[in-house]
């Protein structure tokens, strides 16, 4: 499971999914430095690169996943940094419970099994019990810019892309910052940086069975308009 460098872009496009379950094994220092430095030729509004990636490992993560789970566990409110806006509706919650309900048929989770569901959703705070965690953020003199939020996004896709083009899997997640002084303080976040996105990455499980899980894609011909074509 996972890529290698002779893969095609399309190949690594088409081949890439969320890693939920991960290996223990350790993710080289140079391999992290690779992916992260193909994910940073990513396009920048007028080449601002407001981007910054912090690759946790060891010990400060597990200090992150243990205060993460302790304060929700706790009923700690959430301090996410970056927008959140409000709850997803219509199709977009849809889309959101068709997702959660391939994972969790894949998991074996039932639909009134709190314990499983409870654990499941910990595992995000956890950053998914992954050996490398890559916070992203942006600076904070930028925040008021809505083209830092995209390109960052398009950083974060090329890192994941990028990390699954040499075996590695990732996955994106919101849960991991979302009690941000937690992460802030273990990984030596600086203040003038805005927390946006967390990045659990790490060797992929080839017996967790939720990643054999391809998420549902929309058809092409329900996302495209064509206007001015023959």
């Not at 992260?36 to 509004?45: C, D, H, I, Q, Y």
């Not at 639909?111 to 409870?118: A, F, I, N, S, V």
């Amino acid at each position: 499971m996972g890529g290698s460098p002779d893969q095609t872009f399309e190949e690594v496009v088409v081949g890439r999914r969320s890693i939920r379950g991960y290996l223990d094994k350790p993710v080289p220092r140079e391999l992290i430095e690779e992916v992260v430095a193909l994910a940073m030729r990513s396009p920048s509004s007028m080449n601002t690169q407001p981007w910054h990636f912090h690759a946790i490992t060891g010990e400060p993560l597990d200090r992150i996943r243990k205060g993460n789970t302790e304060n929700i566990l706790a009923g700690v409110p959430d301090s996410r940094e970056f927008r959140r806006g409000h709850a997803f509706e219509g199709v977009h919650r849809e889309r959101q419970i068709g997702c959660a309900i391939q994972l969790f048929e894949a998991m074996g989770i039932e639909r009134d099994d709190k314990e499983k569901r409870q654990d499941w959703v910990l595992r995000g705070f956890r950053q998914f019990d992954a050996p490398v965690c890559v916070i992203v953020t942006y600076d904070k003199e930028l925040a008021d810019s809505d083209d830092s939020a995209f390109d960052c996004g398009a950083a974060t896709t090329a890192l994941v892309n990028a990390a699954w083009s040499r075996g590695l899997g990732c996955v994106i997640n919101s849960q991991g910052i979302m009690q941000s002084p937690v992460v802030r303080e273990h990984a030596g976040i600086p203040d003038d940086q805005v927390i946006m996105k967390a990045v659990a990455m790490g060797w992929p499980d080839p017996d967790f069975p939720a990643n054999a899980v391809y998420i549902t894609r929309r058809p092409l011909e329900e996302a495209v308009r064509f206007v001015g074509f023959d």
